[in-house]
Every structure is written in structure tokens, then in C-alpha cells.
Nanobody, 124 residues
Framework: QVQLVESGGGSVQAGGSLRLSCKIDGHLYYSHSVGWFRQAPGKEREGLVAMGTDGITNYADSVKGRFTISRDGGKTFALQMNDLKPEDSGVYYC????????????????????WGQGTQVTVS
């Protein structure tokens, strides 16, 4: 059964903004750490941000100050992306996992049990 459903994404010019949303099943929303990963063509999947249930939030250096994760109402969490750059292009995945975050650390991809279907972001 589908437990994470993404929306948003698309094409934007450099310097622009996009907002990705991920609707998550209720039983995961309150108990699981959530985050976003990105995979660019020919590159490994990269963890961008992770947010724990206790409020700890860790960002990758590549997006710090430009991207913001939030838990919104309606069992949804979002990724606001500002000042986008061509190197931000790729497929973006929302993730959830039963993980206790350590401050400053984004867990590896295998630590997240649940993944969205992925959404393409293209910055030109």
C-alpha cells in the first residue's frame, strides 16, 4: 500500500523557487523521522534534509540556507526550495523512517523504510 505520496516539482529557472509536498499515512506522521533525498543523473542518491519527531533538523551543506523542511497540517510535510541552481536538478524523494536523529547527521538512504514515488525537479 502507498504510504507516501509526493506532489510538486517541475521546471524552473535558476534563482526561482519550488515547493514539494509529501502526504504521509497518519501512523507514520507522528512517529517517524522524515526527510528528502535527491538523485541526479549519474550520481548517488543524496540526503538533503532530515527532521526528527523531536524537532531536530539536519540539512546538507549543499542546501543549507536555501531549502526548508516543515511538517504541515493534514499529515503532510513539505520542502520549500529557494534560490534554485542547475545542480539542484534531479528526482526528489520524500522519506520516512523510525530513526532517532543525531544532531548534524542525515541518515543514509537505507535507514529510511518508506519512500515516495519521486518527483522531477529541473532547474535551467
Amino acid at each position: 500500500q502507498v504510504q507516501l505520496v509526493e506532489s510538486g516539482g517541475g521546471s524552473v529557472q535558476a534563482g526561482g523557487s519550488l515547493r514539494l509536498s509529501c502526504k504521509i499515512d497518519g501512523h507514520l506522521y507522528y512517529s517517524h523521522s522524515v526527510g528528502w533525498f535527491r538523485q541526479a543523473p549519474g550520481k548517488e542518491r543524496e540526503g538533503l534534509v532530515a527532521m526528527g519527531t523531536d524537532g531536530i533538523t539536519n540539512y546538507a551543506d549543499s542546501v543549507k540556507g536555501r531549502f526548508t523542511i516543515s511538517r504541515d497540517g493534514g499529515k503532510t510535510f513539505a520542502l520549500q526550495m529557494n534560490d534554485l541552481k542547475p545542480e539542484d536538478s534531479g528526482v526528489y524523494y520524500c522519506v520516512a523512517g523510525l530513526i532517532d536523529l543525531l544532531r548534524g547527521v542525515i541518515p543514509r538512504a537505507a535507514a529510511f523504510n518508506y519512500w515516495g514515488q519521486g518527483t522531477q525537479v529541473t532547474v535551467s
